[in-house]
């Protein structure tokens, strides 16, 4: 089971880009990226997922290096609204996911 | 298209009871997820169901149940309530249930057990 390591917070600015980095050393071959965020008291949402070298969607953009041994999630010009918590999870099979403390992310005004 | 409903979103019960928390998937979504969420010990699988049978199960006691109906939708029971039962339970479902499908979460049903 891919074990990961991420900031346990972080402070940014309205309009700021934000790069999250994540850490999995021991990610398996068969392992995806994916990256959830949370809102208190809502379940997670689904925000990007991907294999290896880059990923974008309409609200993020997931940079994973050759050795996928990390993964840095990029949010552009971030708002108030994506002040939340943001999990890195490695893995296929859903029931072996590891979901630790995730990111906190504040963004001020 | 409508997200995944959960219902009650919130609970009050005492040690001892039952509860039945009810999970209403993505139309077309045949595979559910539950999860146990709380500041201890985050989030944790509880168990999968995908066409009626459970799939797959994670590590808590017998007291935690589950089902799922013909139409998708799942419940879950916890019997014997105790005090460290409080807690988000989330539900997530999945188109087919394959390993790399994207999993949508429900709101979450906000139990207290006191």
């Known amino acids: 089971l891919a074990k990961t390591t991420q900031p346990i917070s972080m402070d940014s600015y309205e309009g700021q880009e934000v790069n999250i980095t994540c850490s999995h050393n021991n990610i398996a071959t068969n392992d995806y990226i994916t990256w959830y965020q949370q809102f208190p008291s809502q379940g997670p949402r689904f925000i990007i997922q991907?294999?290896?070298?880059?990923v974008t969607n309409e609200v993020a953009s997931l940079f994973i290096p050759a050795d996928r041994k990390s993964s840095t999630l990029s949010l552009p010009r971030v708002s108030l609204s994506d002040t939340a918590v943001y999990y890195c999870l490695v893995g296929v099979l859903v029931y072996q996911l590891i979901w630790g403390a995730g990111t906190k992310l504040i963004i001020k005004p | 298209k409508a997200g995944v409903t959960q219902t009650p979103r919130y609970l009050i019960k005492t040690r001892g009871q039952q509860v039945t928390l009810s999970c209403s998937p993505i139309s077309g979504h045949r595979s559910v997820s539950w999860y146990q969420q709380t500041p201890g010990q985050g989030l944790q699988f509880l168990f999968e169901y995908f066409s009626e049978t459970q799939r797959n199960k994670g590590n808590f006691p017998g007291r935690f149940s589950g089902r799922q109906f013909s139409n998708s939708r799942s419940e879950m029971n916890v019997s014997t309530l105790e005090l460290g039962d409080s807690a988000l339970y989330l539900c997530?479902?999945?188109?087919?249930?394959?390993?790399?499908?994207?999993?949508?979460f429900g709101p979450g049903t906000r139990l207290t057990v006191l």
């Open positions: 997530a479902s999945r188109l087919a249930g394959t390993n790399t499908d994207t999993q949508y």
């Open positions: 991907g294999y290896k070298t880059k």
